[in-house]
């Protein structure tokens, strides 16, 4: 096998983003989930909820820990293995991790400390404002995070330099509020609420299952159904959104994501299963469904989307004049100041194909010297791989439909059939557990793999992006990298599971007084009181039928 420092590179931070990507999503969650539980006791002052922020806190903090630690290797790569798209884009790419770094970061740093010790020194108010600032500096820190990416696959707000051959910002404004970076930051969030919330249904599950932590477990199941149930939904109509949004941004992520390998008369079609073949660039054996891709993809009845072969033939005709702006460009260059102003003038007509032209540099070092055959190489290579896009994305939407019917059979259980839960459901929802971590992963293939062959969507090609390092250089650094984050994988599992086994141990005793008060009090009033809870009237809670 022959390896290449172009794979190489994509590889190792796939990886290392990938991994990284199985803590976020569940400090996202828990944090808004932690902070609701401890709202709820600061309303009713229940020692089990004081006992249950405790509890899930104690997950999330292992969770956090070992997401800083991901995080932090990842952006060292930029310099490591993208110094040309560092130095080329820097200047747009830096500023909303910077700002990531001084508003959310320590924001959220700051005050996990205070939650974990400040238990005894805050008062009850002011722990609970501690939660929600936690909660608000981690989706904060997605936020920012989410504008760079964003800016990534949609590169507004910012110009070419001819002077300094680098990318500079020209508006803020247009950078933060992108629609592509919006759109994958609320998509992105409520995916990681809908993940919290199967992870504390599923461990709840299985503590009922064990006959264990009954009171906990119950409304734990209660908290995360309800949210849960919301979160599924909106990613539903977020997706939609992202949908809509890469019609017009990214359109050959989405031809390629639903195999359209033909333009469709208006509404297209959306293929339902199918498999797609690149070579003969058709989809055997498709089912599809009429108008729906087209109603999703443009909210119109009228509107074409285009397919891939117009997109590749509109690629070629780009490179063609992305080659103008780099033979323009070569003239600024050598010129400068005594450049004629036909030569600006034409630079500036065609200088937002400069990145087609770009595209060539992967046949020929001079992109002015290509065939025609080499561009017409270089238009199909703006097609990404189109059949591990289309199975991604029905992977991530099969199981985005599953956590809706999931919460939504325990959100009507433990609020409407008196909180009783078959054994089955029971089991479903603890088999259900690494589900999410599937979609996530499956959603962010779907969002990088096919942006390629760009880093910059339409700007900068990845192969260009490159540091000048060896082979061995990376099988060196990808190899170390897989033994730290494979260990620190192993830390994570290993303690989440032996919280989980050992369960809540903090206010026990003081919980289980109350507990008994509270059932003495539903024996008195023949568990018929205004404030009785589901299977009080025996004085028991029956965990599964």
Same mark, same amino acid.
């Given at each position: ?42 309303? #009713? ?12 806190? #104690? ?37 909303? +991790? ?36 936690v909660a608000i500096g981690s989706n904060f820190s997605a936020l920012w995070i989410l504008i760079a990416n964003g800016w990534m696959q949609n590169p507004v707000g910012a110009e070419f330099n001819p002077e300094t051959m680098r990318m500079e910002m020209t508006s803020f404004f247009e950078v933060m509020f992108n629609e592509v ?33 009954? $009171? ?37 992520? +989405? ?289 599964? $039928?």
């Open positions: 096998m022959e390896f290449d420092v172009v794979d190489l590179s994509r590889l190792q931070f796939a990886m290392t983003a990938m991994y990284h990507f199985l803590f976020v999503p569940l400090t996202l969650g828990l944090s808004i989930l932690v902070a609701i539980m401890e709202t709820v006791y600061v309303m #009713t002052n229940r020692p089990i909820w004081r006992q249950m922020t405790k509890f899930w806190g #104690t997950l999330f903090g292992i969770n956090f820990v070992l997401g800083v630690a991901t995080g932090i290797t990842m952006e060292f790569q930029f310099g490591m293995n993208w110094s040309y798209y560092s130095h080329y884009v820097g200047d747009v790419f830096g500023a909303p +991790l910077a700002v990531e770094g001084m508003m959310a970061f320590f924001l959220e740093a700051t005050f996990v400390g205070l939650f974990f010790f400040g238990w005894d020194k805050l008062s009850k108010v002011g722990h609970m404002i501690v939660a929600w600032l970076a919006q759109a994958k930051f609320v998509h992105t969030v409520s995916a990681g609420y809908v993940t919290a919330s199967v992870f504390v249904l599923g461990v709840s599950a299985w503590y009922m299952l064990k006959g264990r932590h009954l $009171e906990l477990a119950r409304r734990s199941i209660a908290v995360a159904s309800s949210f849960g149930l919301a979160a599924a939904l909106s990613v539903v109509v977020l997706g939609d959104e992202s949908g809509y949004s890469a019609s017009h941004t990214q359109k050959m992520k +989405l031809a390629s994501i639903e195999a359209m390998w033909e333009t469709h008369p208006a509404p297209a079609p959306f293929t339902l299963i199918g498999f797609p073949d690149k070579e003969a660039r058709e989809t055997h054996y498709a089912v599809e469904i009429p108008w729906v891709m087209g109603i999703i993809g443009t909210r119109s009845f009228n509107q074409v989307i285009p397919g891939i072969d117009q997109l590749v033939t509109e690629a070629e005709s780009r490179i063609r004049s992305g080659l103008i702006a780099y033979d323009d460009l070569m003239t600024l260059r050598e010129l400068r100041a005594e450049t004629p102003e036909d030569v600006r003038l034409s630079f500036e007509d065609h200088s937002e194909d400069l990145g087609f032209a770009l595209l060539l540099r992967r046949y020929v070092d001079d992109p002015r010297e290509a065939s025609e055959d080499q561009i017409l190489a270089a238009a199909n290579d703006t097609i990404p791989g189109v059949a591990p896009l289309f199975w991604s994305f029905r992977i991530m939407v099969g199981l985005g439909f599953s956590f809706i019917a999931l919460m939504g059979y325990f959100f009507v259980a433990s609020n409407f059939r008196t909180g009783r839960f078959p054994r089955w459901a029971l089991r479903v929802a603890v088999v259900m557990i690494p589900a999410p971590w599937i979609a996530a992963e499956m959603g962010w293939f779907v969002s990088e793999y096919g942006r390629q062959p760009w880093t910059v969507d339409g700007m900068l090609p990845t192969a260009l992006s490159v540091s000048h390092l060896s082979v061995g250089d990376l099988l060196l650094t990808l190899a170390g990298f897989a033994l730290f984050y494979t260990v620190l994988f192993a830390i994570e599992m290993s303690l989440m599971l032996k919280y989980i086994r050992k369960g809540p141990v903090e206010d026990v005793e003081e919980t289980d007084r109350w507990m008994a008060r509270h059932e003495h009090r539903l024996r008195t009033h023949d568990g018929r009181g205004p404030f009785a809870e589901p299977g009080s009237a025996t004085g028991a809670t029956t965990p599964a $039928e």
